[in-house]
T-cell receptor
Framework: DADVTQTPRNRITKTGKRIMLECSQTKGHDRMYWYRQDPGLGLQLIYYSFDVKDINKGEISDGYSVSRQAQAKFSLSLESAIPNQTALYFC???????????FGPGTRLTVL | TQLLEQSPQFLSIQEGENLTVYCNSSSVFSSLQWYRQEPGEGPVLLVTVVTGGEVKKLKRLTFQFGDARKDSSLHITAAQPGDTGLYLCAVNSGGSNYKLTFGKGTLLTVNP
């Protein structure tokens, strides 16, 4: 089945470390997104990309960077992780012209 | 100010009961989506409503879009433990960019 996958699923790291979260999709979608989910705060958009050369900041991009290596791959980096970046991170995809987004299973990140 | 207000934030009921959750805003939207997120998974689209006053049914779930297209409700009849999850509403906040903004969600627990 066409799918959205995220690696790793769980990660524990220390303050100041560089972390990369990876997302791959086989849906053939052109648009990809990174969200952060905290209890009681819903889903907040970090970055989004409409194609390989089009990357945009979302609501909470500070402290994060992204790379769209190919249409199917979108990575999220935390250059120097801090404890308040502890959260669930979701990657999502969509097709231009359609509102529906398809989400990956998430990465649970803990920064000590 | 939150674009979308969802209520209640938490709901715990017994199997077989009926329930309604709400998604409200002061803004008018061209469409609104409902997603369900089960524990340990990413959100999955349940329905998109487009027309003011529209009612859509998905088995025991009934979705309604307000006449003024500012609010929506989700009614579940005879809830089952499998309905447990976080119910999120979302709207396109980016115009032709199809960027979604999510509400904070209603966390539903259906006890056997």
């Amino acid at each position: 089945d066409a799918d959205v996958t995220q690696t790793p699923r769980n990660r524990i790291t220390k303050t100041g470390k560089r972390i990369m979260l990876e997302c791959s999709q086989t849906k053939g979608h052109d648009r990809m997104y990174w969200y952060r989910q905290d209890p009681g705060l819903g889903l907040q958009l970090i970055y989004y990309s409409f194609d390989v050369k089009d990357i945009n900041k979302g609501e909470i991009s500070d402290g994060y960077s992204v790379s769209r290596q190919a249409q199917a791959k979108f990575s999220l980096s935390l250059e120097s992780a801090i404890p308040n970046q502890t959260a669930l991170y979701f990657c999502a995809t969509s097709l231009t012209g359609y509102n529906e987004q398809f989400f990956g299973p998430g990465t649970r990140l803990t920064v000590l | 100010t939150q674009l979308l207000e969802q209520s209640p934030q938490f709901l715990s009921i017994q199997e077989g009961e009926n329930l309604t959750v709400y998604c409200n805003s002061s803004s008018v939207f061209s469409s609104l989506q409902w997603y369900r997120q089960e524990p340990g998974e990413g959100p999955v689209l349940l329905v998109t409503v487009v027309t003011g006053g529209e009612v859509k049914k998905l088995k025991r779930l009934t979705f309604q879009f307000g006449d003024a297209r500012k609010d929506s409700s989700l009614h579940i009849t005879a809830a089952q433990p499998g309905d447990t999850g976080l119910y999120l509403c979302a709207v396109n906040s980016g115009g032709s960019n199809y960027k979604l903004t999510f509400g904070k969600g209603t966390l539903l627990t259906v006890n056997p």
